[in-house]
């Protein structure tokens, strides 16, 4: 059985990528790159093409996310499609031409064509099975979570009540950082911002007067050592396909302020302080509760720490294993 794992160009980004790299120490899988990564018709045929000339021979053509349109030129290959959120749809104008395209080339016709479904958690599952209502969908999706990277392992600290370290992973504009960085005014901490901040941010932490570290283009080695020298792990997003910091923040046994909607409260297992993320007051008595309270801080870890080895790689990778095999290549 030839498995190939298609991936977006990286200049679009590594997170994707990031989730399916290690499966290579598991499983005899390959790997394919698209040599264009920006938006139009004429990249995205570029892109199909090369697809269907580098796997004439592969059993199982495995796209790992956001270049689903490649579907469109596989009809009749043994597919799978891993879907991490709708955010295309959820944040576009339903009267946008935009919206259309991406509803078209992104959901209703890959999720036509492929053969296999993976949804990385059930609030986008409900989330796809809301837009696209093609005959037959549900009956060929899963929901298989991302992993957590053999990396991230248990690191015991003293926690540092006096002056806690706060770590934020991502400064995109769900990443709610604005939000965050009001809510620590006055707190004593000292916040580390893992990606590249904006001018206003850096005005915002100014006029704050937080004390800050920004880091940028982090090996993975240096996110880790992050995770491990922290003391909170601040995660309050106002949207998610799943949300794997919260995992990572529980894997190496730290607490996790995050947000009270889906999919946070099920990935977490509950083992999390959740505020209204969309709420100043909320997140900052989230963050006092975090450092304060000993009781609440320790019993959420604990739970924390069990709750995230469901979702390690070897638990994942069996689980896509197992899809693998469920395709009759006879």
């Given at each position: 059985?030839?498995?190939?794992?298609?991936?977006?160009?990286?200049?679009?980004?590594?997170?994707?990528?990031?989730?399916?790299?290690?499966?290579?120490?598991?499983?005899?899988?390959?790997?394919?790159?698209?040599?264009?990564?920006?938006?139009?018709?004429?990249?995205?045929?570029?892109?199909?093409?090369?697809?269907?000339?580098?796997?004439e021979k592969d059993d199982i053509l495995h796209i790992?996310?956001?270049?689903?349109?490649?579907?469109?030129?596989?009809?009749?290959?043994?597919?799978?499609?891993?879907?991490?959120?709708?955010?295309?749809?959820?944040?576009?104008?339903?009267?946008?031409?935009?919206?259309?395209?991406?509803?078209?080339?992104?959901?209703?016709?890959?999720?036509?064509?492929?053969?296999?479904?993976?949804?990385?958690?059930?609030?986008?599952?409900?989330?796809?099975?809301?837009?696209?209502?093609?005959?037959?969908?549900?009956?060929?999706?899963?929901?298989?979570?991302?992993?957590?990277?053999?990396?991230?392992?248990?690191?015991?600290?003293?926690?540092?009540?006096?002056?806690?370290?706060?770590l934020h992973i991502g400064t995109n504009w769900n990443?709610?950082?604005?939000?965050?960085?009001?809510?620590?005014?006055?707190?004593?901490?000292?916040?580390?911002?893992?990606?590249?901040?904006?001018?206003?941010?850096?005005?915002?932490?100014?006029?704050?007067n937080i004390n800050f570290q920004n880091k940028m283009?982090?090996?993975?080695?240096?996110?880790?050592?992050?995770?491990?020298?922290?003391?909170?792990?601040?995660?309050?997003?106002?949207?998610?396909?799943?949300?794997?910091?919260?995992?990572?923040?529980?894997?190496?046994?730290?607490?996790?302020?995050?947000?009270?909607?889906?999919?946070?409260?099920?990935?977490?297992?509950?083992?999390?302080?959740?505020?209204?993320?969309?709420?100043?007051?909320?997140?900052?008595?989230?963050?006092?509760?975090?450092?304060?309270?000993?009781?609440?801080?320790?019993?959420?870890?604990?739970?924390?720490?069990?709750?995230?080895?469901?979702?390690?790689?070897?638990?994942?990778?069996?689980?896509?294993?197992?899809?693998?095999?469920?395709?009759?290549?006879?």
């Amino acid at each position: 059985m030839s498995v190939v794992l298609i991936n977006r160009n990286n200049k679009a980004g590594f997170s994707i990528y990031k989730c399916f790299e290690n499966f290579k120490k598991y499983l005899p899988l390959k790997e394919l790159f698209m040599p264009q990564y920006r938006i139009s018709f004429k990249n995205m045929k570029e892109n199909i093409s090369y697809v269907k000339k580098n796997t004439e021979k592969d059993d199982i053509l495995h796209i790992t996310g956001d270049v689903h349109y490649l579907l469109l030129g596989l009809k009749k290959r043994n597919t799978i499609l891993t879907i991490h959120d709708t955010v295309l749809l959820d944040n576009t104008s339903r009267f946008s031409p935009k919206w259309y395209f991406y509803y078209l080339f992104w959901f209703y016709f890959p999720c036509k064509f492929v053969k296999k479904i993976v949804c990385i958690s059930k609030y986008t599952q409900e989330n796809l099975n809301k837009y696209v209502k093609a005959r037959g969908i549900q009956n060929k999706t899963q929901i298989i979570p991302d992993p957590v990277t053999a990396d991230f392992v248990k690191s015991v600290k003293v926690f540092n009540k006096e002056c806690p370290v706060i770590l934020h992973i991502g400064t995109n504009w769900n990443k709610n950082l604005d939000r965050v960085i009001m809510a620590l005014e006055g707190i004593a901490c000292k916040l580390v911002i893992v990606g590249k901040i904006s001018e206003d941010i850096e005005n915002l932490l100014k006029e704050k007067n937080i004390n800050f570290q920004n880091k940028m283009n982090l090996t993975d080695a240096q996110i880790v050592e992050e995770y491990n020298n922290c003391d909170v792990v601040s995660f309050p997003s106002i949207y998610e396909g799943f949300g794997l910091p919260i995992l990572e923040g529980q894997s190496v046994g730290r607490i996790v302020v995050t947000s009270n909607i889906e999919p946070h409260k099920s990935v977490s297992g509950g083992a999390a302080i959740f505020v209204d993320p969309k709420n100043v007051k909320s997140i900052r008595e989230g963050f006092l509760t975090a450092i304060n309270n000993d009781l609440i801080r320790n019993e959420k870890i604990s739970v924390g720490y069990e709750n995230a080895k469901q979702y390690c790689e070897e638990v994942v990778v069996q689980q896509y294993n197992s899809l693998y095999k469920s395709f009759n290549l006879n």
